[in-house]
């Protein structure tokens, strides 16, 4: 069974850092395309980033283009977000989402996506 664990969320400042881990384990972690989504209240799931399964190609919306960057560490099964320069608009809960695929769309969706982590809150406050 695939399982995804997030770690790394908090409370910062606006204009602050965070880096937000996620653990698979369950599946062939290193086939597959991985994202990492967010939803604040009253809104909608969102895409902030996902990467290829080998980690060449990253997707990210215009929201958090030049300040949240996505990796991956195949040896480990992780997945990372890193989040620089938060803004109060980023506050939200974050998920962590594996696809049974390693293509990712350009534009990551949740329906995309077959497995989740059960969120991680971060809050950025002004």
């Known amino acids: 069974q695939v399982q995804l664990v997030e770690s790394g969320g908090g409370s910062v400042q606006a204009g602050g850092s965070l880096r937000l881990s996620c653990v698979a384990s369950?599946?062939?972690?290193?086939?597959?395309?991985m994202g990492w989504f967010r939803q604040a209240p009253g809104k909608e799931r969102e895409g902030v980033a996902a990467?290829?399964?080998?980690?060449?190609?990253?997707y990210y919306p215009d929201s958090v283009k030049g300040r949240f960057t996505i990796s991956r560490d195949n040896s480990k099964n992780t997945v990372y977000l890193q989040m620089n320069s938060l803004k109060p608009e980023d506050t939200a809960m974050y998920y962590c989402?594996?696809?049974?695929?390693?293509?990712?769309?350009?534009?990551?969706?949740?329906?995309?996506?077959?497995?989740w982590g059960q969120g991680i809150l971060v809050t950025v406050s002004s």
């Open positions: 989402a594996a696809r049974d695929d390693g293509y990712c769309y350009t534009t990551p969706a949740p329906n995309q996506f077959e497995h």
């Open positions: 369950g599946y062939t972690y290193s086939s597959r395309c």
């Open positions: 990467i290829s399964a080998g980690g060449g190609r990253t």
